[in-house]
């Protein structure tokens, strides 16, 4: 999990900002500072799946590269896009599988809101993305790690008292995605605004 | 005395603001940009708007270049990239033109092209002299008001 970074017990969210527009990533980087993530931001889909180790280079130091624990990417961009982007990520191994995606574009495009939210994406951002979105996103990620965290503790706990073989209770350090959740808090209050 | 002069200032600069607000040229994402400035990062707003200036006349020698080579396609993937940086700021008449124009090209109506061509580059160049005008008052303000201010590069 991301290491906390301030006082109080609350974890640092580490976010992946992937935009081609140098005044996007600008404002997206100020936004989630400003929101107390810590923040990476890289200007293509190629370049982020460079930095998550996706890129074919190293496969097998996958669990060992950066902890991410939200990728926030631009639908139209040169080259690949947020979509592919997208697709990429969820046809990797389970650990980035499990890290949200969020799309962010400037077009309210039914079709290409469907098509992202079926692919897996976590929520659809109209641009240009406010504090707030920021905000609620940052409170849903959180809340996923807590559950995770409260999960993960309870079946320490249950381990220790069967004394079985600590190697079958300890699951890889999976980041929060329960899908009847995502797909329900944020999608329902983005379609509702659409 | 000084601290009255930082009031005047202030006041001019609210106009300003509420005049480019109440026409259009400025919506409420040009206040959420003002939002992410703070001692932390305290020119937050001239540095993304001074990206956004050199981005922006870039783009349009490009699209001028372009319509002479009937380029529409090409026209359209500039439109966009115009499109979302100005939304991004808040510049909602520069963001409209946009809209026009890349209609215009999608209809591969050279006319319209034109015309659209014509009103985005009036539509920025109001914008940046609008902007400069506040940057200037803002900076009059901070120098009478006492404060240390980093001066603006001097954009052409």
Not at chain 1, 17 to 39: N, P
Not at chain 2, 44 to 51: A, D, P, T
């Amino acid at each position: 999990m991301a290491i906390a970074g301030s006082p109080s017990a609350a974890p640092q969210l580490h976010v992946l900002a992937v935009d081609d527009s140098l005044v996007d990533r600008k404002v997206i980087e100020r936004l989630l500072k400003i929101s107390s993530c810590k923040v990476t931001v890289v200007e293509s889909g190629t370049r982020a799946l460079q930095y998550l180790g996706l890129d074919g280079e190293n496969d097998a130091l996958g669990f060992d590269s950066v902890k991410v624990n939200l990728i926030m990417t631009d639908y139209s961009m040169p080259g690949m896009t947020g979509y592919e982007l997208l697709k990429k990520i969820k046809q990797e191994s389970s650990v980035f599988r499990e890290i949200p995606v969020v799309i962010m574009s400037s077009e309210n495009v039914l079709t290409r809101i469907d098509r992202c939210l079926e692919e897996g994406a976590e929520d659809f951002l109209l641009k240009p993305v406010k504090l707030a979105d920021v905000r609620r996103l940052k409170d849903f990620i959180v809340k996923g790690k807590v559950k995770e965290g409260e999960k993960r503790s309870h079946k320490r706990i249950r381990s220790i008292d069967c004394s079985s073989p600590l190697s079958a209770t300890c699951s890889p350090m999976s980041l929060p995605c329960d899908p009847s959740t995502s797909l329900l808090s944020p999608l329902s209050a983005k379609k509702a605004r659409l | 005395m000084l601290g009255f002069g930082a009031d005047l200032l202030w006041a001019d600069m609210n106009r300003l603001l509420a005049f480019l607000f109440h026409q259009g040229v400025l919506d409420e994402q040009f206040l959420q940009l003002q939002q992410l400035q703070d001692e932390a990062s305290p020119n937050f707003v001239s540095e993304v708007l001074n990206i956004y200036f050199h981005e922006s006349e870039k783009l349009l020698t490009n699209l001028r270049g372009l319509l002479m080579e009937r380029d529409y396609k090409k026209m359209g993937v500039h439109l966009n990239q115009f499109m979302g940086s100005s939304s991004s700021i808040g510049a909602k008449r520069v963001t409209n033109v946009c809209v026009a124009f890349r209609a215009a090209t999608l209809q591969t109506n050279r006319a319209g092209c034109l015309r659209a061509l014509e009103m985005l580059e009036h539509e920025y160049c109001y914008l940046k002299n609008k902007l400069h005008q506040l940057f200037q008052i803002e900076q009059q303000r901070a120098l009478v008001a006492g404060v240390r201010y980093p001066v603006q590069n001097q954009n052409q």
